[in-house]
């Protein structure tokens, strides 16, 4: 679990001794990681999740939920970028997409830069997130006031399971599958076959985070989503990016009954046609090298044999609130 430590001292310099409040986040038994803050600006709790707001020295401001880094200020837009850009573009005419989660609205800002969208849902679990979001992240708020937004506050499944509409796209962008945690039962297979395809729209496209993707880690749950995700879609394209904020590489994984095939010429072609500004991380050529895994995890993939359900769910290392 995350937390924040004041160090007394240990941290040596030339001058002697500084102080330094630090962020530490245990990314496995006997790994941790930290970095230095300049001042903790918000914490709180919800009915479903611990929430923090940290100003970090190395990241800016970082959302810390259930003492697991979410977000962090400089490096957010690889993480979002790479969630939502390629499942969007690889349908050639997205008009409505929902969001599972979302609820610092990022996800949502990205979606709104393409220019064939006309209505993005963002449902999110926990009104307290998003409104902490809305107060706190400012980048976000040109994507809060956008008219094509409707914010949803409920259960991303009882809301796909109830409604009618179908979507062109569908983004998982849940916090990550911890025991004890609110979303872990939002990546198995019954919820995506009988949930989340049945809500898609011919020729749809579902997206999610799927955890980390390293060397070592991506056994956790990467490996898991991967091989559900092929138990139920025709096509799918797992992908992965390093995020500094992270220390490690991360994953996502696209899916699709229908061919998920552009170079990287039309995907450039159709980031020109589509996309308002410019994308600092994704292109073309980045998302031919994200989609193009190590030999080891390519292997990894090719042989899990894991069908994630929630009888036999995995989960990354740490604990949700209700654990």
């Keep these: 679990?995350?937390?924040v430590a004041l160090s007394n001292?240990?941290?040596?310099?030339?001058?002697g001794y500084r102080k330094s409040c630090w962020y530490e986040e245990e990314i496995e038994d006997n790994l941790r990681w930290?970095?230095?803050l300049n001042s903790i600006l918000h914490t709180g709790a919800s009915q479903y999740q611990d929430i923090a707001l940290l100003?970090?020295?190395p990241f800016g401001k970082a959302l810390v939920i259930d003492g697991k880094l979410q977000s962090a200020e400089t490096d957010e837009f690889i993480y979002h970028e790479c969630l939502v850009h390629p499942p969007v573009l690889h349908h050639p005419n997205p008009k409505n997409v929902f969001i599972m989660g979302g609820g610092e609205g990022s996800t949502a800002r990205e979606l709104l830069r393409h220019n064939t969208i006309d209505q993005v849902i963002m449902c999110d679990i926990d009104e307290e997130v998003v409104d902490f979001c809305k107060s706190y992240l400012v980048a976000n708020g040109e994507a809060f006031c956008d008219p094509r937004l409707k914010v949803i506050i409920n259960?991303?499944?009882?809301?796909?399971?109830?409604?009618?509409?179908?979507y062109d796209v569908i983004v998982g962008d849940l916090a990550d599958p911890i025991d004890g945690g609110p979303c872990y039962k939002l990546y198995t297979k019954s919820f995506y076959e009988f949930t989340v395809k049945p809500r898609l729209k011919e020729g749809g496209i579902f997206v999610t985070q799927a955890g980390p993707a390293g060397i070592f880690s991506h056994t956790e749950v990467f490996s898991s989503i991967y091989n559900t995700l092929k138990q139920v879609f025709k096509y799918v394209v797992a992908y992965s990016a390093h995020i500094p904020s992270y220390a490690d590489i991360w994953g996502w994984v696209m899916a699709s009954d229908?061919?998920?095939e552009l170079n990287a010429e039309e995907i450039d072609m159709r980031m020109r046609e589509r996309i308002k500004g410019e994308n600092r991380y994704l292109d073309g050529k980045t998302f031919s090298s994200a989609s193009t895994l190590s030999k080891v995890v390519r292997n990894?993939?090719?042989n899990e044999t894991h069908v994630y359900t929630e009888e036999a769910a995995r989960f990354i290392h740490g604990h949700g609130k209700h654990a």
């Design 300 to 302: 990894s993939l090719d």
């Design 155 to 166: 259960d991303a499944r009882a809301e796909l399971e109830a409604g009618e509409e179908r």
């Design 1 to 3: 679990m995350g937390e």
């Design 258 to 260: 229908f061919p998920l």
């Design 34 to 36: 930290c970095f230095a």
């Design 55 to 57: 100003d970090t020295k």
């Design 9 to 15: 001292g240990q941290s040596h310099s030339l001058n």
